[in-house]
């Protein structure tokens, strides 16, 4: 029997209201996440991705909303609650880790009290208790000699001990699930693969759901269970991620797949995908990648499509339109 979704996100809409007009950044974006399942979610700059994890932790920059569409966790619908109540949510139930972990840590306060405070806070447990539990966390992330350390400030660790630390902090409560936003992006690539095997095993063994948001296809390849590709804030494709690595079924995500170098690829060029990705502001009709698509149709320029079987995966795309297949073989 197939687990009920830990996270689901129906039909999500977010705006940047400007003088200009309203900003559409994420159009009618629909996913689920299951308990101790990592969905990875991919596309280039400016695509979505961060906006979407954003949206989900209740962390959106202003002016930027959510315009329509539901986020419920555990079946509760978190998106519509009030500040102090995601607040809450957002410490107990949704950990955070994001790119730079000098964001996510008080330069003023040593580690200790930053993880005491939150174990104290979401869990109600004394003080003597919380410290141990903070050592064990420490100790989990792999932070040496964590007994000692655990007094130290943020300043004093380097950037791929620091990150442990966000990781644990992240897990401090226990939550169902870990919004990770590029979390390896500015580390060396040897500690890039401990802190991603890290949160692999930390989540594993507790049962958390992951959304693991990066453009490092190795990284999803690696941790991922199901893959997730963006484009202009929709989504592409959505599939398990063996599948959407080797056989995509969208054309955005096969240009993706093509520009990755291999070990074992002799091609003297890696593919590349021509022009760029619109801005908010001059998103296509239809398809929004039909500009840059070698196999784009006449329906492509006019109606958007909708996320069908593909395989084994879900694609927007007309060419998995019985219907479209005639102009397709037509072209």
């Known amino acids: 029997m197939t687990a009920a979704p830990l996270l689901e996100v129906r039909n999500l809409r977010v705006e940047f209201p400007t003088r200009r007009g ?12 299951a308990p101790g399942e990592v969905l990875g979610v991919v596309g280039e700059s400016g695509a979505g991705k961060s906006l979407t994890g954003a949206a989900i932790i209740g962390l959106l920059e202003p002016p930027g909303r959510i315009a329509g569409g539901e986020i419920l966790l555990s079946g ?6 009030p500040a102090e109540a995601m607040r809450k949510v957002r410490g107990r139930e949704i950990g955070a880790i994001f790119q730079d972990p000098l964001t996510s840590l008080n330069p003023l306060y040593t580690i200790g009290r930053q993880l005491v405070e939150t174990i104290t806070l979401h869990l109600g447990l004394g003080h003597a208790q ?5 050592i064990e966390l420490l100790q989990a992330t792999g932070i040496p000699a964590a007994e000692a350390r655990i007094d130290h400030y ?3 660790f380097s950037g791929g001990m620091r990150q442990r630390v966000v990781i644990a ?6 939550p169902k699930l870990v919004v990770a936003d590029e979390p390896t992006t500015a580390l060396d690539v040897s500690i890039q693969a401990q802190i991603i095997a890290l949160l692999d095993r930390l989540c594993r063994e507790h049962g958390t759901a992951v959304m693991l948001v ?6 999803i390849a690696e941790v991922a269970d199901r893959v997730a590709v963006m484009y202009a804030g929709r989504l592409a494709e959505i599939g398990p991620v063996a599948d959407v690595i080797h056989r995509p079924q969208h054309p955005y995500t096969a240009g ?4 990755i170098p291999s070990i074992s690829d002799e091609r003297d060029r890696l593919a590349q995908i021509d022009g760029a990705m619109p801005r908010l502001d001059a998103i296509p009709r239809g398809c929004a990648f039909h500009p840059r698509c070698p196999q784009a149709m006449p329906v492509c320029r006019e109606r958007r499509p909708e996320l069908r079987e593909a395989g084994a995966s879900l694609a927007a795309c007309w060419l998995h339109d019985p219907a479209a297949a005639p102009a397709a073989e037509a072209c």
Do not use: C, E, K
């Open 22 to 33: 309203t900003l559409v950044a994420i159009d009618d974006v629909s996913f689920s996440i």
């Open 214 to 219: 990066t453009h490092d296809m190795g990284v």
């Open 130 to 134: 919380a410290r141990a539990r903070a």
């Open 76 to 81: 509760r619908r978190i998106d519509d609650l």
């Open 256 to 259: 993706l797949m093509g520009s």
């Open 154 to 156: 943020p300043h004093q």
């Open 169 to 174: 902090l992240a897990l401090a409560a226990n």
